[in-house]
Each structure stands twice: as C-alpha cells, then as structure tokens.
Antibody, heavy 116, light 111 residues
Framework: EVQLVESGGGVVRPGGSLRLSCAASGFTFDDYGMSWVRQAPGKGLEWVSGINWNGGSTGYADSVKGRFTISRDNAKNSLYLQMNSLRAEDTALYYC?????????WGQGTLVTVSS | QSALTQPASVSGSPGQSITISCTGTSSDVGSYNLVSWYQQHPGKAPKLMIYEVSKRPSGVSNRFSGSKSGNTASLTISGLQAEDEADYYCCSYAGSSTFGVFGGGTKLTVL
C-alpha cells in the first residue's frame, strides 16, 4: 500500500524557517517524481514545487521561488521542503504527492502556520 | 503562472450530467496533453479522477470523463450521484519549471 506521511509543520514567525519531510513507503520511491502542493485555509490547491526521480530537475511556483528548496533522499525514501523567509500567505496545509505532472497519491498533509 | 479558470460552482440533480470547464492559455492547457482533475471532499486529501486529459486511474468510475479543445479542458460527470458532491480542481503542466498550475476549484452541488 502506497503511503505518504508528512511531518515538520508547525507555527513559525514571519521571516522564520521550517523544513517539511515526507516519508514514502509501499512503492519504489526513485521510480517517481514528487511534488508539494498546498492549500490555504478555505482556499484552493496550489502547486508549490516538484522534483524528478533523481533530483536533477526541480520546479517552483513563482510565489515561493528563491525562498523554498525541494530535495529528496532516495536512500531514505524521503522528500523534503526547506522553507525560508516565511510569510503569512504561506500559511497552509502542505501535501506531499507522488507524480510529476499528475498526482495519484497524496499524504494527509502537515499544517504550517506563519503568525507573529 | 496564472491560475486556470473554473466556474465557482455548478449543480445538477441525481442522474443528470454536468460539465466543468477549465480555461488556460497556450502556455499550459493549450500546449500539453497533461491536464488532470481532482475531487476533494471536505477535510480530505484530493483524489485523482482524470489524468493526461482523458485517462481514468484504476478504480475511478467511468461516469467521469475528460476532454480538451484548444485552451479549455472539461470534466463531465454523468449519472450524478450524491457522493459526487465535492470540490473539483483542474491542473495543467506548464513547462519544465512549472509542473502544475491549478484552477481555482469548482464546488459541485447535487440537488
């Protein structure tokens, strides 16, 4: 069974940093690209960042470019999102999702709240 | 990276068919056959319903179908059922540095 379990969310002050993790199991992790997708409270989905199977290709939404960094460790079956210079508008539930251009498996999300 | 355009809401009666449109540009929907659709019930993670414009993942009912013409993609749900009531999001690949651009979402109400 495919499982994606996010962790690392929490409350952080504006300008602060957080590192999200996603532990994957039930499939061959390095066969797939992965993405982070977020959803602000009561709002729609927003693709945040994606990475190909070996980390050689990454992409970012304009809203996070230069502040967020996606990475993966295939030996640990894990995906990461380093979030720096956090803003109030980054407050959201962050989902880890399997795939490159469509996402058939999603975690349950980890909540990030940016507030002073 | 502008969001794709979806109607805010649609509704239909049980047994009827509805179509949700998703309008993008020649840089996203119009350039790639990589449009996907997601269903999201309140408090739940999104579920993939359609990928690559018209393909259904295993386990998704054949009442769900997708299509595309030019810069506009569409999701059609036939034989509406109460459990179809949910939010629906379209998404398109938009290039090697933008893996996905989502629509704003459409709330489907089954009357």
């Amino acid at each position: 069974e495919v499982q994606l379990v996010e962790s690392g969310g929490g409350v952080v002050r504006p300008g602060g940093s957080l590192r999200l993790s996603c532990a994957a199991s039930g499939f061959t992790f390095d066969d797939y690209g992965m993405s982070w997708v977020r959803q602000a409270p009561g709002k729609g989905l927003e693709w945040v960042s994606g990475i190909n199977w070996n980390g050689g290709s990454t992409g970012y939404a304009d809203s996070v470019k230069g502040r967020f960094t996606i990475s993966r460790d295939n030996a640990k079956n894990s995906l990461y999102l380093q979030m720096n210079s956090l803003r109030a508008e980054d407050t959201a539930l962050y989902y880890c999702a399997r795939g490159s251009s469509s996402w058939g498996y999603w975690g349950q999300g980890t909540l990030v709240t940016v507030s002073s | 990276q502008s969001a794709l355009t979806q109607p805010a809401s649609v509704s239909g009666s049980p047994g009827q068919s509805i179509t949700i449109s998703c309008t993008g540009t020649s840089s996203d929907v119009g350039s790639y056959n990589l449009v996907s659709w997601y269903q999201q019930h309140p408090g739940k993670a999104p579920k993939l319903m359609i990928y690559e414009v018209s393909k259904r993942p295993s386990g998704v009912s054949n009442r769900f179908s997708g299509s595309k013409s030019g810069n506009t993609a569409s999701l059609t749900i036939s034989g509406l059922q109460a459990e179809d009531e949910a939010d629906y999001y379209c998404c398109s690949y938009a290039g090697s540095s933008t893996f996905g651009v989502f629509g704003g979402g459409t709330k489907l109400t089954v009357l």
